[in-house]
C-alpha cells in the first residue's frame, strides 16, 4: 500500500485547518449575509458555527478512528458498505473543492484587477493569463510536497488572521463596538428567524474547511490524538474572529452600507482609518490564494484516497518518489482548476457550495450514527450526530423552501 509522510503535527494542521476556514470567505461574505438577517448578522453567524460544529466533533471523531484520505467517502462505505455511495460522495467533495478553487482564483484576478486600478497601473491583463499565472504558482508548491505546501499556507493564514486583526483592532478604536453589540442584541426579535436562518446558511460557507483537514490525516503525526484536537481548535478561532469581525463592522457601518459594498472588509477599513491605502485588498488576494492552494491539496487527497481503494483508476494513486505527494491527483485537478476556472463565473457559488456540503454532511453524520450503533466508533457521543442530523436536515429544507 502506498504510505504519505506524517509531517504535520496539530498545531501545524490546526493553522493549516483555520487558513481554509477563513479561506476568502470571510473578506467577501459579510455583505451577503447582512442582505439577508440585517442587524442580526451576527447571529447568523453564530448559528452557523454552530451548526459545523456538530459536523466538526463528528469528523474529528471518524478521522480519529479511521485515518485515512478521501474522508467522508471513507466513512460512507465503512458504515453502509456501499463503494457506489461512497465513491459518489467523494467525488462530491473532491468537485466542490475543485470549483471552490476554480471560483477563488476568479476572485483572485477580480481582485488583481481592482488593485492595479487602486495603484493607477494602466495595464488591463487578461482574466485568463493571471488564472493561469497564479495556479501554475500554486501548483509548483502543492507539487513539491506537503511540507513546502502546508509551511506556505501556515504563512498566508497569519496573513489573513493578522488583516482581521487589524480591522477588528482599527474599528473597535475609531468606532463604537458597544453601540455595534446593542444593535445585535436589539435584532432579536425585530429580524425574522427564517432571515437568521437563510442568512446563517450563506454564513456556513465562511466555516467550510474543516472537513478538508481529514484529507491530510495520513500526513498527520498521531492522528488517533491529534485530529479531533486540531479540527475544534481550527473552529474555536475562526467563531471568535468572525464574531470580532462583525462586531467591528457594525462599529464603523451600517448592516445596509455593508450590504452594498462589494468589498465590505475593505470599505471598514477605508472608513475607520479614513485611509485609501488597499491594504485589505492585497490581505484579500493573499486570503484567496491560500483558499486555492488547499483547494488543490485537498481535492488530490481525496481523489488519491479514492484510487488507492480501488473505487477509481488505480493509476490516480501513484506518489512521487522525489516529493511524497500523489503527482498524477494533483495534476489531474490542477488540469480541472484550469478549465473550470475560465469557464465558470463567480455567481452564487457559497449557495451552491453550503447546500452540496450540508448534503454531504448529513451523509456523515447517518454513517457516524451508525458506526456508533455498532459500537464502531467509541470515543464520539451518541447526541453530536443526532443534533447534527436534527440541524442540517432543517437548514437544507429551509433552503429548499425559500428556492421555491
Avoid: H
Amino acid at each position: 500500500m502506498s504510505e504519505l509522510k506524517r509531517t504535520i503535527t496539530w498545531k501545524i494542521l490546526a493553522i493549516y485547518g483555520l487558513g481554509n476556514i477563513l479561506g476568502a470567505g470571510i473578506y467577501v461574505l459579510i455583505g451577503e449575509v447582512a442582505k439577508e438577517s440585517g442587524n442580526a448578522m451576527l447571529w447568523s453567524f453564530f448559528a452557523a458555527g454552530i451548526i459545523a460544529s456538530f459536523t466538526a466533533i463528528t469528523y474529528g471523531a471518524l478521522a480519529s478512528e479511521y485515518p485515512v484520505s478521501a474522508g467522508a467517502a471513507i466513512y460512507t462505505e465503512r458504515a453502509f458498505n456501499s463503494k457506489k455511495w461512497s465513491t459518489a460522495v467523494g467525488l462530491t467533495m473532491a468537485l466542490t473543492a475543485i470549483v471552490s478553487s476554480s471560483t477563488l482564483l476568479n476572485g483572485f484576478n477580480s481582485y488583481f484587477q481592482v488593485l492595479l486600478e487602486t495603484l493607477g497601473v494602466q495595464f488591463n491583463a487578461p482574466s485568463s493569463l493571471v488564472i493561469l499565472t497564479i495556479l501554475a504558482i500554486l501548483s509548483f508548491v502543492a507539487l513539491k510536497g506537503i511540507g513546502d505546501s502546508t509551511k506556505l499556507a501556515v504563512l498566508l493564514t497569519f496573513t489573513e488572521a493578522g488583516g482581521l486583526l487589524l480591522i477588528i483592532g482599527f474599528a473597535f478604536f475609531y468606532g463604537d463596538p458597544m453601540d455595534a453589540i446593542a444593535v445585535s442584541m436589539s435584532s432579536i426579535g425585530e429580524i425574522p428567524p427564517l432571515a437568521i436562518t437563510l442568512g446563517a446558511f450563506i454564513a456556513f460557507y465562511a466555516f467550510i474547511g474543516f472537513e478538508d483537514m481529514v484529507n491530510v490525516v495520513e500526513e498527520v503525526q498521531q492522528p488517533e490524538r491529534q485530529m479531533k484536537k486540531g479540527i475544534l481548535t481550527a473552529l474555536s478561532i475562526a467563531v471568535v474572529l468572525y464574531g470580532l469581525t462583525i462586531i467591528a463592522a457594525l462599529a464603523v457601518l451600517t448592516s445596509s452600507e455593508l450590504a452594498q459594498s462589494d468589498a465590505p472588509l475593505a470599505t471598514v477599513w477605508q472608513t475607520a482609518t479614513d485611509s485609501e491605502f488597499p491594504l485589505i485588498t492585497i490581505i484579500g488576494l493573499i486570503a484567496i490564494t491560500n483558499g486555492a492552494l488547499i483547494g488543490i491539496i485537498t481535492s488530490s487527497r481525496i481523489i488519491f484516497g479514492l484510487a488507492r481503494e480501488g473505487w477509481i483508476s488505480n493509476k490516480l494513486a501513484k506518489i512521487s518518489s522525489k516529493s511524497s505527494v500523489p503527482s498524477r491527483a494533483t495534476y489531474l485537478v490542477i488540469g480541472l482548476i484550469a478549465i473550470t476556472a475560465i469557464a465558470l463565473p463567480l455567481g452564487t457559488l457559497a449557495r451552491i457550495t453550503s447546500f452540496i456540503l450540508l448534503v454531504v454532511f448529513t451523509v456523515v453524520q447517518a454513517a457516524a450514527l451508525k458506526l456508533k450503533v455498532q459500537n464502531k466508533l467509541p470515543n464520539l457521543n451518541y447526541c453530536i450526530p443526532i443534533i447534527g442530523l436534527i440541524a442540517n436536515i432543517s437548514v437544507i429544507v429551509i433552503q429548499l423552501f425559500s428556492w421555491y
